[in-house]
């Protein structure tokens, strides 16, 4: 790659191989989700090489929230946009989502013979109580800059309980929008909407709507696997507001009760594999696309994973490079910053939040809180860097 650089802050300049060497260390210890996501790139990308800051995070993580597609996936990606431009961004998905999409063509392969392997999950029972340190973590540095009075901080239980009781996917915008209206009717800011120029970049939106209606009729008029797998891939992408786990029912109600492209055992093997792997979950969708296309040859059954691979992160990375500039410009009227107060502090509840959901799908055992503890500490005292982390992590569950 050529010595391309970038303007981080307005005093140092960084290699893009930097920055995407930064964004292969975040795919490395990116375990558990969204929320866990987050929490990888605090530590990373916030507090070790500063590539944005604390508030700058949590509006990104709040703009993702109330947007169709894989959410920590927009969000990095929308790193990669701030830090260089359109072309960084790309490469900042390609070096986050490509190793994991990779091993999952692989395992779609793999499949038949993964009951004579017996591989016990039992080894990676630590990955979530590692990454509710990770999670707690960022919560406590997020909080700090969000929570600013006493309107932030009853806007952040707010968000923290209320997705606490409400875990359905239409709850997240609604709460984070909610926090925006609320902050706004609050202030006593005068003269809020003051007018920008916003110059939107409507050819992604062009090209969004157009693969959305173009796949949609041409899987009607032609009986070809590949092109239903793209428009079903590329529909569960758009359809779909937050992290893989929201996508996983809808892809089993379709793939698996409706056209039998997997059998049940099949989708839940592939769903065990991709939890126990880092990087973006949408990245399930190349293994169920090369199951889906097993029919074929092995060229055949490569492209149907590619192609679903392709398809689920195509709207939400379109959609972002839409959004995001006009984002930019959004955030210059009074009002919307007032709004973006209110928006940071329900999505630093629901950060807290995610931390106890976490813990309770992993157990309150003893050893559980010992290694979210250590974890914890070792992130705040920055000892060792986060891959190590996990690979001390996923070594001590297949020790023990």
Not at 26 to 51: I, N, R
Not at 110 to 119: C, P, T, V, W
Not at 259 to 264: A, E, I, V
Request: hydrophobic content about 50%.
């Amino acid at each position: 790659m050529t010595e391309k650089t970038l303007q981080v802050g307005e005093k140092n300049k960084v290699a893009w191989r930097t920055f995407l060497k930064d964004v292969f260390i975040c795919s490395l210890g990116a375990y558990g989700g969204p929320e866990a996501h987050y929490g990888v790139f605090t530590d990373q990308m916030v507090a070790k090489k500063k590539y944005l800051s604390e508030e700058e995070l949590v509006e990104l993580i709040a703009l993702t929230g109330i947007l169709p597609g894989p959410s920590s996936t927009q969000t990095i990606v929308s790193i990669g946009y701030k830090t260089g431009g359109p072309v960084l961004a790309a490469l900042t998905l390609i070096v986050w989502a490509l190793p994991v999409l990779t091993a999952m063509v692989l395992l779609s392969f793999l499949s038949q013979f993964l009951e004579r392997l017996n591989i016990s999950q039992d080894g990676l029972r630590y990955i979530g109580p590692m990454a509710v340190g990770f999670i707690l973590v960022a919560a406590y540095r997020i909080g700090r800059k969000v929570v600013k009075d006493s309107l932030t901080m009853a806007l952040l239980i707010f968000g923290a309980v209320t997705t606490y009781f409400i875990r359905e996917p239409w709850i997240f915008p609604l709460v984070l929008i909610t926090g925006g209206v609320v902050s706004t009717l609050y202030t006593k800011e005068e003269d809020l909407w003051n007018r920008v120029r916003l110059n939107p970049p409507w050819p992604y939106l062009i090209v969004f709507i157009t693969f959305a209606a173009g796949s949609l009729l041409l899987a009607y008029l032609l009986d070809h696997r590949i092109i239903q797998l793209f428009e079903k891939f590329y529909r569960y992408g758009y359809l779909v507001i937050g992290g893989g786990q929201v996508v996983i029912p809808l892809m089993y109600s379709e793939l698996v009760e409706v056209n039998r492209y997997l059998t049940s055992q099949e989708f839940l093997t592939g769903f065990g594999l991709v939890q126990g792997l880092p990087g973006p979950m949408f990245s399930f969708s190349a293994y169920a696309g090369g199951l889906a296309a097993r029919d074929g040859s092995t060229l055949f059954q490569v492209a149907g994973a590619v192609t679903s691979g392709i398809a689920v992160f195509l709207p939400g990375i379109l959609l972002i490079y839409f959004i995001y500039p006009i984002w930019v410009n959004l955030k210059k009227i009074k009002g919307i910053k007032v709004a973006i107060k209110g928006i940071t502090a329900v999505a630093g509840g629901l950060l807290t939040v995610a931390a106890v959901v976490l813990m309770q799908n992993s157990g309150f055992q003893i050893d559980n809180f010992v290694v979210m503890t250590i974890t914890a500490i070792l992130l705040f005292t920055k000892k060792l860097p986060a891959p190590i982390i996990v690979l001390l992590v996923l070594m001590t569950g297949f020790i023990i």
